[in-house]
């Protein structure tokens, strides 16, 4: 059972630049279930969507796996034989609460979790489907293409890439909305206005968020034939981008 998510409830000082140290990894699954609208739902179809793209014998990656919970999912629905899931992040402390995590639990399809760097890592060329669940945000936007380029060049062709993000909506009024919604649901969910505001401070910087249109048109372009935005709430989506 993980911790409340208190980090930015008494007012700060300098609010520094989010990042996932341990006292992030410490409460992130109360912080993520909090925070994010439809999360459990998302987590859930992760592990279906998964179960119908990835072929026998082939590697399933969750990049920025964080705790775990869209690696279990998927160890837990994939069932193809010879499959095996590789949950990368480079926080330290985020590997330690997976790899404790997954013990927790029995899955059928076998996990390895690596503290590496999704820019920079080799990807094996026999993979059929690829997990970013609300990771690329954190990646800078100039790196995004080459990092999708390096992502679709390792699919198998008929693999899929996974991508949920946070996104911006492209009139201010629409972006207002969409915000307001959010922080309502953010309120509902036990968060004060000063966490609210000092968190969105925390994350000002590192977490650059892009409107639809520009990955649907990212994944176009790099050349994937499908792209299916299977969930919507708020400012949330998640999309499946079928090479
Ligand atoms: C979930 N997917 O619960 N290399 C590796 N990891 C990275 C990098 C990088 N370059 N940059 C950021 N991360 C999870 C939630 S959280 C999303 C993902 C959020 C990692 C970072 O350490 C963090 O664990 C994760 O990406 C993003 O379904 O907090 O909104």
Same mark, same amino acid.
């Given at each position: 059972m993980?911790?409340?998510?208190?980090?930015?409830?008494?007012?700060?000082?300098?609010?520094?630049?989010?990042?996932?140290?341990?006292?992030?990894?410490?409460?992130?699954?109360?912080?993520?279930?909090?925070?994010?609208?439809?999360?459990?739902?998302?987590?859930?179809?992760?592990?279906?969507?998964?179960?119908?793209?990835?072929?026998?014998?082939?590697?399933?990656?969750?990049?920025?796996?964080?705790?775990?919970?869209?690696?279990?999912?998927m160890?837990?629905?994939?069932?193809?034989?010879?499959?095996h899931?590789?949950?990368?992040?480079n926080?330290?402390?985020?590997?330690?609460?997976?790899?404790q995590?997954?013990?927790?639990? !029995?899955?059928?399809?076998?996990?390895? /979790?690596?503290?590496? #760097? +999704?820019?920079?890592?080799?990807?094996?060329? $026999?993979?059929?489907?690829?997990?970013?669940?609300?990771?690329l945000?954190?990646i800078?936007?100039?790196?995004?293409?080459a990092?999708?380029?390096?992502?679709?060049?390792?699919?198998?062709?008929?693999?899929?890439?996974?991508?949920?993000?946070?996104?911006?909506?492209?009139?201010?009024?629409?972006?207002?909305?969409?915000?307001?919604l959010?922080?309502?649901?953010?309120?509902?969910?036990?968060?004060?206005?000063?966490?609210?505001?000092?968190?969105?401070?925390?994350?000002?910087?590192?977490?650059?968020t892009?409107?639809?249109?520009? !990955?649907?048109?990212?994944?176009?372009? /790099?050349?994937?034939? #499908? +792209?299916?935005?299977?969930?919507?709430?708020? $400012?949330?989506?998640?999309?499946?981008?079928?090479k």
């Amino acid at each position: 059972m993980s911790k409340i998510d208190n980090l930015f409830s008494t007012q700060l000082n300098k609010i520094a630049d989010f990042s996932f140290d341990e006292n992030v990894a410490s409460v992130f699954p109360d912080m993520i279930s909090r925070s994010i609208p439809g999360y459990p739902l998302m987590i859930e179809n992760i592990g279906r969507i998964s179960q119908r793209y990835a072929l026998p014998n082939s590697v399933i990656y969750d990049l920025g796996c964080a705790t775990g919970t869209g690696t279990l999912s998927m160890a837990k629905h994939v069932d193809q034989s010879g499959c095996h899931i590789v949950g990368i992040d480079n926080s330290s402390a985020m590997v330690q609460q997976c790899q404790q995590f997954l013990t927790q639990y !029995h899955h059928q399809c076998p996990v390895t /979790i690596e503290c590496d #760097d +999704i820019m920079q890592y080799a990807y094996q060329s $026999n993979t059929s489907v690829i997990l970013m669940n609300f990771t690329l945000q954190f990646i800078a936007p100039e790196h995004r293409q080459a990092m999708l380029q390096s992502l679709y060049n390792a699919l198998l062709p008929g693999g899929v890439l996974i991508l949920s993000e946070k996104i911006t909506h492209d009139s201010a009024l629409g972006d207002e909305l969409l915000i307001n919604l959010h922080h309502q649901f953010k309120s509902d969910n036990g968060y004060s206005d000063l966490e609210i505001s000092q968190k969105r401070t925390a994350l000002e910087k590192v977490m650059l968020t892009d409107t639809y249109a520009t !990955h649907e048109c990212r994944l176009r372009d /790099i050349g994937f034939t #499908d +792209i299916i935005k299977w969930f919507s709430c708020f $400012n949330f989506m998640s999309l499946v981008a079928i090479k």
